[in-house]
């Protein structure tokens, strides 16, 4: 792999032809990089090669991060949901509204930045295995202590410290899954990934039906089911050590002036050089978030409370628009080495634009067909972000700054649901009688609908303003912040990323 390799953003648009140079280069001009952001947007036609073929590329090391952390994440999903898909009981339980219970929701999106912070940094200092399994272990105390609580107040006061627990998941399951994931392989493998997002979601709504309200302690069962399987995944985690990328990273920094002060020099190194670009990857998710929560939070309860939908034909819904995301997540990902990451998500979100009138206005059980292509369409853009955000992120805080990215996005979209179902209670429907209860009914699809619109929107403009750095390099011989950080090279005007002989890199 060449460390010498860069790509001149003026050249960019030119069929993203890398060029090479040794002479650092000036700070491309706000004004010189807008007037890029449409032209790089042509995709780079890098050759699809066979995904059967991709998937060989990795090595048994690498498939079993990459399933740890793939089962990390369905789990962090799982927990998630368990409060999405029992909505309605937790309301008959504690007495409360609906909107009542979708604050413990977003108390979790809140407090999960909280989460990514604390162990983003610890992951990055010291290691991806044991903040990884602390999680867990939380995971599973918290996750006991929501199916063992008895009043509205300590259910929002544990959903609250589960929030903190799961926001430091995600950083870390994308850096052990693709820090040592080949090149050719990432799109593929980032969509795989983003994808336990969704089969966690199957897997909530698979067991809800299954546990909750079928014993005498109604969804109760369903939270102490969510605590039982972290176990299985820590045991797995245990047998596993720490990425080539890490070790590497941790053996140069030992090298210099030792691992913590080398560790607090790179984290200044980023900042000073990455704080714009930082503050842009915050923006561009809460985007993200307010996609996924934004079509998904609110959606069993209009399907159940609008449309009437039963049990079953909620569950069947739910299990068609999740099976639709994980095809999309993966099929995006993987098409994004040859479209290139920023124009995946655009296409895409157009795409997804296009299917919410029926998505929201379709009353009858067919309207699984329009939820499939949804969220085909949510987690096909979803799909690109683990490496998307891997390959903009600083090499010595890549845990820290996914996963706090990511989470900070979450803060900002943290209101979705309850946003969502205040604006559908100003629509009301005709109330109907259930065991002599009267049940008022509310036009939420419309909500939604006009909801995600503008979302979408969002999405597609940030992106078109954004840089991409499809191919950087991630081992630590090729990062410029660390060799800034140990004092070997550096200055204000250094200001290329390397990538790998044939990636794509842009200069921001």
Known sequence: ????????????????????????AQRMSAGRYLATRFSTLKPPMDRLENPITLLGLLNFKQWMFFLVAFLGWTWDAFDFFTVSLTIS????????????????????LMLRSVGAIIFG?????????????????????????????????????????????????????????????????????SGMLQQGYAFGYLLATAFARGLVDTTPHGWRPLYWFGAAVPVLIIG??????????????????????????????????ALKRHWLLLTYMVLLMAGFNFMSHGSQDLYPTMLENQYLFSSNAVTVTQVVANLGAMTGGVFVGYLSHKLGRRFSIIYISIVGGA????????????????????????????GVIPIHLMELSPG????????????????VSSASSTIEAT????????????????????????VICIFMACVYAYVIVLTILGPEYKGRSMEAADDEDLQEARG???????????????????KV
């Open 488 to 506: 070997l090279r550096g200055g204000p005007n250094d200001q290329y990323h390397s990538g790998s002989d044939d990636g794509k890199v842009e």
């Open 396 to 411: 010595g805080y890549r845990t820290f700054v996914v996963g706090t990215s990511y989470q900070l996005g979450n803060l």
């Open 89 to 108: 009981e937790l309301a008959e339980t504690f007495d409360k509204s609906n909107k009542d219970i979708t604050w413990g929701i977003t108390l979790v």
């Open 121 to 189: 940094l610890a992951a990055d200092r010291y290691g991806r295995k044991w903040p990884f399994i602390v999680n867990l272990i939380l995971f599973i105390v918290l996750e006991l202590g929501t199916g063992f609580t008895y009043s509205y107040e300590s259910f929002l006061g544990v959903r609250a410290l589960y929030g903190i627990a799961m926001g430091g998941l995600y950083g870390n399951a994308a850096a052990t899954a693709l820090e040592d994931c080949p090149e050719r392989a990432r799109g593929i493998i």
């Open 355 to 382: 299917l919410l009138y029926p998505y929201s206005f379709v009353g009858s059980e067919k309207v699984a067909a329009a939820a499939f292509f949804e969220q085909f369409c949510v987690q096909g853009a979803w």
């Open 423 to 446: 604006i559908g209670e100003r629509f009301p429907l005709p109330s109907i009688q259930e065991n002599g209860e009267t049940i008022a009914r509310y036009q939420y699809g419309r």
């Open 236 to 269: 797995f985690r245990l047998c596993l050590g720490e990425t080539d990328a890490y070790t590497e990273r941790q053996r140069l920094r030992k090298e210099n002036a030792g691992v913590g002060k080398t560790f607090v020099a790179e984290g200044k190194v």
């Open 1 to 24: 792999m060449s460390h010498d390799k860069y790509e001149r953003s003026s050249d960019y648009s030119d069929h993203h032809d890398a060029q090479q140079s040794n002479a650092p």
